[in-house]
């Protein structure tokens, strides 16, 4: 949106209760009428499962704040007379205020939905029921119906669901992607450290339950009752590989490599930057693969310090759930990705054939390997670290997909579905 406010007024309604989005932006932030007690008591009670079946949206907190949202909107539209409204989602249930804004005074929606919600790459892929599945369908096809214009982040997301979409609605979809700023990442180019080789991830990893429980633990009756209460009613597209979102793969290719190489012994580590799991779930799962010297977990890190990190290791790492043999390709792509390409950094990905694959393809310094392949993996490293303490470490020159990437591209993208819904209002008008 900064790269917007030279040429919109633009005003942001929100749930945060203290943010800033570019000079000229004014921001109104709203309290949602979240019933905390109600829902403390839920989870005391250990119903949270039925909390979350039960209110629309899967449970979203976000549910809470639509109304609010309208009040508040309606009247800065009846006082100010916008052009048009942006919803941007994730959550969803916040697709609501658009619809009922545009049914009340008319004004052009736009919704800028993100990832798909039946993107099965992500929570697309398990619903509580069957039935919240066919009201997420629903809920994605009205909600492009009735907008002006509808934008996805990723092509293979926005190309399955169009092909839903009557004839009169295709057009309605737009593509614009996450990017980053090349400014951010123009001073920011140092590599220190030549004595050791640093693989970095950065944001959320996921897949560390899966390997909280030995295998003789997950084998034991009460334990698989236990795991079929919790997803009882649960109905799910596909079984996405969870313990591929985990760095287990990746940790047994350094251990893999360093067995090769006996003197790059505790001269390779994986750092993890933002785990949201508690410490005594990571620190499990590691000990359980005899990974603890080798991986490590740290908390979240400010934007610029996250992007000085990217820039100082030695090699970015990103993996997405591996998807079953012989199913669709996927239409989730990490916002990482752009990041990451901003970077002078190798990049190792291990992706399912889909989006983030199609994406990362023929870049330069990128490996692409399957999330399980660790004997891919264990090249790959093997290869860089060599390079490395041979006093010839990679540098991967991408600066010709700089504009691409960057958000001033992505924001005249984002500008010109705006100007073709105001071209079109105007026309029928």
Same mark, same amino acid.
């Given at each position: ?14 749930? @945060?209760?203290? #943010? /800033? ?51 508040? @909107? ?14 941007? *989602? *994730? ?27 039946? /993107? ?6 398990? =619903? ?7 009201? @997420? ?36 979809? $737009? ?28 944001? =959320?990893?996921?897949?560390? =339950?899966?390997?909280? $429980? ?33 760095? *287990? ?11 090769? $190489? ?54 970015? =790492? *990103? ?14 792509? #990490? ?8 970077? !002078? ?27 399980? !392949? ?21 540098? /991967? ?33």
């Amino acid at each position: 949106m900064q790269h917007l406010e030279g040429s919109w007024t633009i005003e942001v309604i929100t749930r @945060a209760e203290s #943010s /800033c989005v570019g000079r000229s932006i004014i921001t109104h932030s709203i309290q949602d009428w979240y019933p905390r007690t109600l829902v403390e008591v839920f989870h005391k009670l250990r119903l949270t499962k039925i909390w979350n079946f039960g209110v629309p949206f899967n449970g979203e907190q976000a549910f809470f704040w639509v109304i609010p949202a309208i009040l508040k @909107a309606h009247q800065l539209i009846q006082d100010e007379r916008p052009d048009l409204v942006v919803v941007f *989602m *994730m959550p969803y249930s916040v697709g609501w205020i658009g619809l009922v804004l545009k049914w009340l005074t008319g004004i052009p929606v736009v919704f800028n939905f993100d990832d798909s919600p039946t /993107c099965t790459d992500m929570s697309g892929n398990s =619903f509580h029921s069957l039935f919240h599945y066919k009201m @997420a369908v629903w809920m994605e096809n009205f909600y492009i119906r009735n907008s002006d214009a509808t934008i996805y982040v990723s092509q293979r997301n926005l190309d399955r669901v169009k092909k839903k979409q009557p004839l009169a609605d295709q057009n309605k979809l $737009h593509l614009v992607r996450y990017g980053a700023d090349p400014e951010d990442f123009k001073y920011s180019q140092i590599h220190t450290d030549d004595e050791h080789f640093k693989i970095a991830y950065i944001g =959320f990893m996921g897949g560390w =339950f899966e390997f909280y $429980h030995s295998d003789d633990e997950k084998q034991k009756l009460w334990r698989k009752i236990s795991r079929f209460l919790q997803n009882i009613g649960e109905y799910r597209l596909l079984e996405l590989d969870l313990k591929t979102s985990s760095p *287990m793969f990746l940790g047994q290719a350094v251990k893999q490599a360093i067995t090769d $190489h006996p003197e790059w012994d505790k001269r390779i580590k994986i750092d993890l930057y933002g785990s949201l799991y508690p410490k005594y779930v990571t620190d499990r799962a590691l000990e359980n693969q005899n990974l603890s010297d080798i991986v490590f977990i740290h908390d979240a890190v400010p934007n610029k310090e996250a992007m000085q990190i990217a820039c100082s290791c030695d090699l970015l =790492f *990103m993996t997405l759930p591996a998807r079953p043999d012989g199913a669709e390709s996927g239409g989730r792509i #990490s916002a990482k990705t752009y990041e990451y390409l901003m970077t !002078d950094r190798p990049i190792l990905a291990g992706v399912s054939p889909g989006e983030n694959y199609d994406y990362l393809q023929g870049k330069n310094g990128v490996w692409i390997v399957h999330p399980k !392949d660790v004997s891919g993996m264990t090249e790959v490293i093997t290869q860089l670290v060599s390079e490395k303490f041979a006093g010839n470490p990679r540098i /991967c020159d991408r600066t010709s997909i700089h504009p691409e990437l960057s958000y001033a591209n992505r924001a005249g993208q984002f500008a010109n579905v705006l100007d073709t819904v105001l071209s079109q209002k105007s026309l029928n008008s």
